[in-house]
């Protein structure tokens, strides 16, 4: 009789927990289950291979530095021939919880993302074709894609498919908060504590919620205050064409955001507090103290988690029939 009690109290106590999980606005990020290890192999190999670029030097993790939280820790990108980016890179960790890519959305996943920057002759200023060429010349890579996709299968779509199949993996769980959801009470501080109910009092977690904290849903920045910025982006409407999608844009993710600054699409705010501070006015018409801000940044700064922990890929060497790269030519 002991023992069964002990297990009912152990169920009860489970699914107590369940429920109370539950009805937080936030889930929990849990650890990445591989299915398809050869095909991520290959997509890790791509995002670091800087010949899918016309100039040989630029990979995906330029913009999305795996080293630096997923993004370049500029204010926009350096793009082909040292352009200037038109917008802030987001980060690339727990992208596949987001609804869709890029601020605008314009990429319904992963991807499709994927394909944007290798032809975008603002940022890697290559082209489809060559980019295939440049693959389909290296036997290795031949042979990599022959055994996960098939003969003859260097094409677009598959690399594109392989790089969001190791992109899917970018995930940081255990993170401080998660350990707190999870039930370790002692896992985040006080401030940290009252920093999340601030979060749900003010308002932050009507934008910003699930797993990723944010990336469910498109929201105008500058909802009741404006947002003054020079960046020329416009969010949504460039999209939809739809006036009322002026200035809206995806609600990012807050994962790891003590690592992805500088914030907001233009990029031109440093530091957590003043980003704070900026959301409370333009979003909800309210103002935070001091200790507010101070306990809502510990907040956030506990939704940093484990980084993905990446062996660098090496390679295939060029050979007479890549395409040679053009780093500095107009």
């Known amino acids: 009789m002991t023992q069964l009690r002990v297990i009912t109290l152990a169920i009860s106590a489970c699914l107590t927990s369940s429920f109370a999980l539950a009805k937080e606005p936030i889930q929990v990020i849990e650890p990445v289950k591989i299915t398809e290890p050869e095909k991520v192999e290959l997509g890790k190999m791509l995002f670091f291979e800087p010949r899918l670029s016309k100039s040989g030097f630029i990979s995906c993790n330029s913009c999305h530095n795996l080293s630096l939280g997923g993004v370049d820790a500029l204010t926009t990108s350096i793009g082909h021939e040292w352009q200037e980016g038109p917008i802030n890179s987001p980060t690339v960790l727990n992208a596949d919880y987001q609804l869709a890519q890029f601020w605008d959305g314009r990429a319904k996943d992963l991807k499709e993302q994927a394909a944007g920057p290798i032809a975008n002759p603002k940022e890697m200023g290559f082209t489809h074709e060559l980019a295939v060429a440049t693959v389909a010349s290296m036997p290795a890579y031949q042979a990599r894609f022959e055994a996960i996709y098939g003969k003859d299968s260097v094409n677009i779509d598959n690399i594109t498919d392989a790089i969001a199949e190791f992109e899917k993996t970018l995930v940081t769980p255990n993170s401080p908060f998660d350990l707190y959801l999870k039930g370790d009470k002692d896992a985040i501080s006080a401030s940290a504590k009252s920093g999340?109910?601030?979060?749900?009092?003010?308002?932050?977690?009507?934008?910003?919620?699930?797993?990723?904290?944010?990336?469910?849903?498109?929201?105008?920045?500058?909802?009741?205050?404006?947002?003054?910025?020079?960046?020329?982006?416009?969010?949504?409407?460039?999209?939809?064409?739809?006036?009322?999608?002026?200035?809206?844009?995806?609600?990012?993710?807050?994962?790891?955001?003590?690592?992805?600054?500088?914030?907001?699409?233009?990029?031109?705010?440093?530091?957590?507090?003043?980003?704070?501070?900026?959301?409370?006015?333009?979003?909800?018409?309210?103002s935070l103290t001091e200790e507010q801000t101070a306990d809502m940044v510990e907040f956030l700064k506990s939704l940093t988690g484990e980084q993905p922990q990446i062996t660098l890929p090496i390679l295939p060497p060029s050979n007479a029939n890549t395409p040679r790269p053009v780093p500095f030519a107009k």
């Open 196 to 286: 999340y109910q601030l979060f749900k009092d003010k308002g932050c977690a009507t934008c910003h919620n699930g797993p990723a904290v944010g990336g469910t849903m498109y929201m105008k920045m500058g909802l009741i205050n404006p947002f003054h910025t020079d960046n020329p982006a416009e969010g949504r409407i460039a999209v939809t064409g739809n006036e009322a999608d002026r200035n809206v844009f995806k609600v990012p993710t807050l994962r790891n955001i003590e690592l992805t600054y500088p914030y907001f699409h233009d990029g031109q705010t440093w530091t957590l507090e003043e980003a704070v501070n900026t959301m409370a006015d333009i979003q909800l018409a309210k």
